[in-house]
């Protein structure tokens, strides 16, 4: 009598959906990768306008730009949050766009109320400085590109909570395109404020923050624009009952925002600790290691970027199991 043959499935339809995973989710997280690149990107064009200054100004942008990442990672925390969040609630209940809309609306709130001691922790910057031994004149130097770069703080957080409902209804395109015309933008600023072309005064290092500033409030005003007018975005009508408080979506997005914020603090940490460790060195040293440090933060940022794009299996449109 002849043994039965066993008959193996092919290995191809045993990877076709991993295969298919794979290619949503990097359909999803390239692009939000590269709108994580955003504030590097942005920091990296003043770096680069700056040095042209000399050393001494370089050196007081490195300085300036370890307190600004600072406190724009305190409210991306909160602002994060928001993608998983309205993510779940999209995917559970398409139908109910209120409590989508709570998600947002408690984002917005949560990174307003971090603003004030922001503003105040970015108005000390000086003496902040000084505390960690770095020179008084550098510091000097630093506080007033600190505070000229703290007006685009509001901005800053309003973009990131309206990227994350973006990214939670699995439209990451709309905000990348803001970020590409943002840098865009602040290249020009730079340009314009930092050596005066086009009439303007040339403010030097101020010049840089203000144009980075004016970066930050432009890409709100457009994210805000696009999220108010375009299908999807605008059937969720955000801006009603703006002033009403969810109390339960707020403690669980101050709760897992929290989370996220201080966790990303402490890895930056450890790029701000060797910051101002070489500021105690000198001007020179200072300003060489904000160069290369450049390099090992974009690669970070990028990859970081691609950790978001885990919440859509969730959203609409998400690979439910």
């Not at 039965?4 to 989710?25: D, G, K, N, Q």
């Not at 490195?62 to 998983?84: E, Y």
Request: a positive charge; one cysteine or more; hydrophobic letters at 55%.
């Amino acid at each position: 009598m002849t043994e039965p043959v066993a008959v193996h499935p092919p290995t191809m339809p045993r990877l076709a959906p991993w295969l298919a995973e794979m290619r949503a989710l990097g359909k999803l997280a390239v692009p939000l990768a590269a709108t994580q690149l955003a504030p590097m990107a942005v920091v990296t064009t003043d770096l680069v306008m700056i040095g042209r200054l000399g050393e001494t100004p370089l050196a007081a942008a490195a300085l300036g730009s370890t307190l600004w990442v600072f406190g724009w990672l305190v409210g991306h925390g909160p602002a994060a949050a928001v993608a998983p969040i309205v993510a779940q609630l999209v995917g559970a209940r398409p139908w109910d766009r209120a409590q989508a809309r709570a998600g947002v609306r408690m984002g917005l709130w949560a990174v307003a109320v971090l603003v004030p001691p922001l503003a105040l922790f970015f108005a000390m910057a000086e003496p902040l400085l000084r505390f960690t031994g770095q020179s008084p004149a550098l510091a000097a130097l630093a506080a007033p590109y600190v505070y000229a770069l703290a007006v685009g703080l509001p901005f800053a957080f309003g973009f990131m909570v309206l990227r994350s409902f973006a990214t939670a209804l699995s439209r990451p395109r709309a905000p990348l395109s803001i970020v590409l015309a943002m840098i865009a933008i602040n290249l020009l600023g730079n340009s314009v404020f930092v050596f005066g072309h086009g009439g303007a005064p040339a403010l030097g290092l101020v010049g840089s923050g203000i144009a980075s500033a004016l970066a930050n409030a432009l890409s709100f005003v457009a994210m805000l624009a696009v999220v108010l007018t375009v299908p999807p975005f605008r059937s969720y009508r955000l801006w009603r009952h703006f002033l009403r408080p969810d109390w339960a979506q707020l403690k669980e997005l101050v709760g897992l925002g929290l989370s996220i914020g201080l966790a990303l603090v402490f890895e930056v940490m450890l790029f701000s600790a060797a910051t101002l460790m070489m500021g105690r060195l000198g001007t020179a040293p200072l300003a060489a290691h904000q160069i290369a440090l450049n390099v090992p933060s974009i690669t970070f940022m990028g990859a970081d970027g691609h950790r978001p794009g885990g919440h859509d299996p969730c959203g609409p449109g998400g690979r439910r199991a």
